[in-house]
Each structure stands twice: as structure tokens, then as C-alpha cells.
């Protein structure tokens, strides 16, 4: 295949992955062929039901507007995450998107907040936090002009992963993409070149293609068991292996943030849809049994389940290379990591981007494949310091947080930014890093990293000056939620029931 023009596709996978990768390739490169192969009998891993507002990008790329995702997925809005008991036992904190104020003469609004000693709490300067506390969101359209608060509020969705494959499964068959059904027995390689050479079902048929992406899950049947490449293995980092998930009856109006809830060995989560409540139990099963854990998500729930829980296994971490040969692994095939800020469907947007961009005219490309698997593995240790951070700085007292309190970081990047924060309550962020400055804000001052100075630059404003500065923009986001209608009265206008 050496020079070959890259003509054919083949998606080993229809979960979100492979739904994902189809449509939006079959939408872009219309003149790429498509094909996907999916087993019902497998099935899919069907969790995954919190996004970040990145996934708007996506959906607006293929054409699925609001309504679309409302009415076909189940979806409600998601303005953050609220961290419950992540410091110690009763305290809590939202780590919600969007910026904290505006910047004051090109100095960050957080270090006038410093100056006044933090006396007016910080959520009442970022329009998500008022919009998750009061209930109430709209997407304003056209769009606010850029001075008002709502220029700031920034939401992703919560929706039934199930439904969300259905409706970009459609839209990539609508776009010319092709289904097969049935169940991959083999994979074969050129036993010269190494790549792989196609793919046979159990009933015999043999599906060849260009270029294959692995969307088969956990299993990475591509290019963990067939091309052998390793696994990065960070749980001793990140120690969750297990996850429990059981859908509960929706009991109160859904609210517009995830609750991420620590407990003894881990975390529950808690995610609200139009149809029911998504729930589940993150552990290390080193540190709890599943019977307890078990015992402890279901204590936990506050609506009737809807099934029995069920139990899925992991371990943190990456695919030594996510693109090897001629085969590029997406999902639970290239690696994991756990949904503390629902980051791996954006992990799976990124690799699509990323081929789109770099995508070769022919193979084999092996400065492509370089790039590719650079870009891709910072993007998995950029996540995964902002999550692991969010386990190390705690004060709770079972063993598991202790240990996670003691264990030291991969590497210097994430300590040097803790100590540049408590020194100076400076924030950097490198090139494309997933997760902004006012992330890393918020989750640093939940979860009890106090700075000890703010920015000399901010000293610059006179007292009353910046009094009224704050307090304006205090009282015009306070102001301009209020004005919005509740979340529910928005998603009926929009879909019509
Ligand atoms: C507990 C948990 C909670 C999560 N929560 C979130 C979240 O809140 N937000 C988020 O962004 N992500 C979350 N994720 C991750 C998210 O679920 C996945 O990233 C996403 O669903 C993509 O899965 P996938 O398509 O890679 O794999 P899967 O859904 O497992 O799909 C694999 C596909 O491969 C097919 N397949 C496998 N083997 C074969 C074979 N031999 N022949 C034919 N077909 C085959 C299967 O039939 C299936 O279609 C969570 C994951 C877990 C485990």
C-alpha cells in the first residue's frame, strides 16, 4: 500500500467513538469511503453521559442543533461540576465553565478578588455558578454582544450515550457512511510491512480498508491486541479501577451541573436527564469490595433504580502510541481516564480533529504518525495532572486519600504550578492545554490552595475605584440570570413537549 492514495476507511466499533469518527469524517472528507463494523451481540460500554462545552463545536460541525440533541438523547444542560466532600466531609465546591469577572486594565480579574481578601465569594462573578445555583438558562440567540455576563456562559450537555450513537449513527449513514453488522473474529497484518490487512467476521466476510480506526473499546482489538502496541499504565496515580453505574427514576427537576460526590474509595457521580439520573460509584477495588460499593452507590441514590448496577473495569492511562501503522486507536481503545471532569468524549473529539488536520495522502506517513502521538499523548497527561489534583490536595482521613495525598506527581509540571499559585496566585497555561486558567482556579481554591500574594499590578486601581468595578459586575450577572427562564421552561420551548 506504500504511496497509495488513502481512499477507504474502515471503523472497527459503533459506540460513541466510532459514531463520532463517522460522521464526522463522512461529513469533511466526503470523498474518503466509510465503513464501520459494529456487533450487537458486544454491544456497547454506554456510559458516558457528561460532556464539556467543546462537544457544541462538535455537534455544530455536523449540523445537530439544540433541539436535535433534547429531543433524541435525552439532554439537559451542564454549566459545571459540583465537587461534594472532595476537601473533607461537608464541604463543597462548583467548578463551573466560563471565566470569574473580566480582566481590570489587562491584569486577571482573580487578583483584585485577592486584594479585597475575598470577601464577596468568587461565584458571584461567573455567570454559570449564578446560572447553576438559581436554576435558570438559556442560550441566547443571536448571540449577547461581548460586555454582557451572558457572553460568559458557556454549557455542554448530559445526555444518554445510547441515544447520542443513534442520532450520529443516522447522520453518518445520511452523509454516505456504511454499516456492517457482526462480530470480528480475526484481524490480519502484511507479514513484511507490518500493517494491518483486514479484518474477517464470524460469518466469513473479510472487510479491508486504507486506513482503520480502532473504536472497539477497552478490548483494543486493533491496535492493542492485533499491531501489540503497550499500555501506559498511571494507576499509581490514579488507582480507580472499577466503576458501578445504575440509572435511577428522575425524581426532581434536572439540575444544570454533575454532582461528583468522594467517598471512602473513590467518587459517585450523579448526572440529571430529561428521562431518568444517571449514577455511579468510581473505585479502587484495593480499597473497597464491590458488595460495599455496591452497598454504598445505592445508598447513595435518591430515585428508584431502574436495573441492577453494573459493574465496569479499567485501568487508567494510554496506548503507548494511539496511531501505529495504519491503524489509530479512539475511546476506550487508545486509553482511560476516569469521568471526574468528563473529559474522554472530548478526548475522542480531539483525535478526530486531529486526523482531519493531519490526515496523509498515503501511507505509510511517518512524520504524521510522530506528530499525531506527541499531540496526542500530551493531551492525555495535561488531563490527567488536573484530574490527579484534584485527588491530591484533600484532607479526608480513610486510607485511600491519604495515600493520594502522599503520592507525588508523574512529573514537576504539576507541583511547579501549585507552588507558582500559593507564591503568587498566577495561573499559566501551555499551548492548547485542555483546561483554562479559571479551571484551574476554581479547582485549586475548592480544593483549599490558598494563594499568598496577588499580582503588584493589581495594587494599580484605587480602592473605590475597584469597589465599584467589582460590585457592577457582581450585580449585572446576578441581574441578567435572573432574567433568564428555568432550565426546563428553555428545553420546552425548544422541543416543543
Ligand atoms: C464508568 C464510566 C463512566 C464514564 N463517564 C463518562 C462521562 O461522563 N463523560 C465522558 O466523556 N466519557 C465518559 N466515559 C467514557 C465513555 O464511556 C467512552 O469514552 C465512550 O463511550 C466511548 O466508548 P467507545 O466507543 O470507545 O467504546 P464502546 O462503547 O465500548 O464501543 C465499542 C464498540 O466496539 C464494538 N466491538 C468490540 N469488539 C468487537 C468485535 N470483536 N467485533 C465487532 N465489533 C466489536 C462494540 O460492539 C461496540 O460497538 C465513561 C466511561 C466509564 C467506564
Known amino acids: 500500500m506504500s504511496g497509495q492514495p488513502l481512499r477507504t476507511i474502515l471503523i472497527v466499533g459503533g459506540g460513541t467513538a466510532g459514531w463520532m469518527a463517522a460522521a464526522a469524517i463522512a461529513t469533511v472528507m466526503p470523498n474518503i ?19 464539556i462545552p467543546q462537544i457544541n463545536l462538535f455537534n455544530a460541525s455536523l449540523g445537530i442543533s439544540d433541539a436535535d440533541m433534547l429531543r433524541e438523547t435525552q439532554a439537559t444542560y451542564k454549566l459545571g461540576i459540583e465537587f461534594a466532600d472532595w476537601l473533607e466531609e461537608g464541604h463543597s465546591y462548583l467548578h463551573p465553565f466560563g471565566a470569574f469577572g473580566v480582566p481590570i486594565n489587562g491584569v486577571d480579574f482573580w487578583h483584585f478578588w485577592i486584594r479585597t481578601g475575598g470577601r464577596v465569594p468568587l461565584h458571584e462573578f ?9 436554576g435558570r438558562f438559556a442560550k ?20 444518554d450515550a445510547s441515544l447520542y450513537a443513534r442520532l450520529l449513527r443516522r447522520v453518518a449513514e445520511a452523509r454516505g457512511a456504511t454499516r456492517h453488522e457482526g462480530r470480528i473474529v480475526e484481524a490480519t ?7 494491518l490487512t483486514g479484518v474477517t467476521l464470524a460469518d466469513g466476510r473479510v472487510l479491508t480498508a486504507d486506513l482503520y480506526l480502532d473504536c472497539s473499546g477497552f478490548r483494543s482489538l486493533l491496535l492493542g491486541e492485533t499491531m501489540g502496541v503497550g499500555y501506559r499504565d498511571w494507576s499509581r496515580w490514579l488507582p480507580c479501577d472499577r466503576a458501578l453505574a445504575v440509572p ?16 471512602a474509595a473513590g467518587w459517585t457521580w450523579r448526572i440529571p436527564l430529561q428521562h431518568r439520573t444517571g449514577n455511579g460509584y468510581v473505585y479502587s477495588s484495593a480499597h473497597v469490595s464491590d458488595d460495599e460499593a455496591a452497598a454504598t452507590l445505592l445508598a447513595a441514590v435518591d430515585g428508584k433504580p431502574l436495573a441492577e448496577p453494573r459493574q465496569l473495569r479499567f485501568t487508567a492511562g494510554h496506548r503507548e502510541e494511539f496511531w501505529h501503522g495504519n491503524v489509530i486507536a479512539l475511546g476506550l481503545a487508545g486509553g482511560f481516564l476516569e469521568p471526574l471532569e468528563s473529559t474522554s468524549i472530548h478526548l475522542i473529539q480531539l483525535v478526530i480533529s ?17 506528530e499525531f502521538n506527541r499531540q496526542s499523548v500530551k493531551d492525555y497527561e495535561g488531563i490527567r495532572d488536573f484530574l490527579l489534583f484534584h485527588y491530591w490536595a484533600n484532607r479526608r482521613g480513610e486510607p485511600f486519600w491519604r495515600e493520594r495525598r502522599a503520592t507525588l506527581p508523574p512529573d514537576q509540571t504539576l507541583a511547579d504550578r501549585i507552588a507558582l499559585f500559593r507564591e503568587t496566585g498566577r495561573i499559566t497555561r501551555e499551548n492548547n492545554e485542555l483546561f483554562a486558567e479559571a479551571s484551574w482556579l476554581a479547582v485549586m481554591l475548592g480544593q483549599g490552595v490558598e494563594p499568598a500574594a496577588y499580582s503588584p499590578l493589581a495594587d494599580l486601581v484605587p480602592e473605590q475605584e475597584l469597589a465599584d468595578i467589582m460590585a457592577m459586575l457582581r450585580d449585572t450577572t446576578a441581574q441578567a440570570v435572573a432574567k433568564l427562564p428555568f432550565q426546563a421552561e428553555f428545553i420546552r420551548g425548544l422541543t416543543g413537549v
Do not use: C, Q, W
Request: aromatic share 4%.
Open 354 to 370: 486531529r486526523l482531519l488536520t493531519l490526515m496523509p495522502r498515503s501511507l505509510p506517513a511517518t512524520g504524521t504518525v510522530a
Open 140 to 159: 441566547i440567540n443571536p448571540p449577547p454582544p461581548p460586555n454582557s455576563p451572558l457572553a460568559k456562559l458557556f454549557s455542554a450537555f448530559h445526555f
Open 126 to 134: 461567573n455567570a454559570n455558578s449564578v446560572a447553576a445555583a438559581t
Open 248 to 263: 435511577t427514576e428522575r425524581h426532581e427537576e434536572p439540575i444544570l451541573y454533575t454532582r461528583a460526590t468522594a467517598r
Open 33 to 51: 469511503a466509510v465503513e464501520l463494523v459494529e456487533s450487537d451481540e458486544i454491544g456497547i460500554v454506554g456510559v458516558g453521559e457528561a460532556t
Open 189 to 195: 497484518r502484511d507479514a513484511e510491512n507490518g500493517m
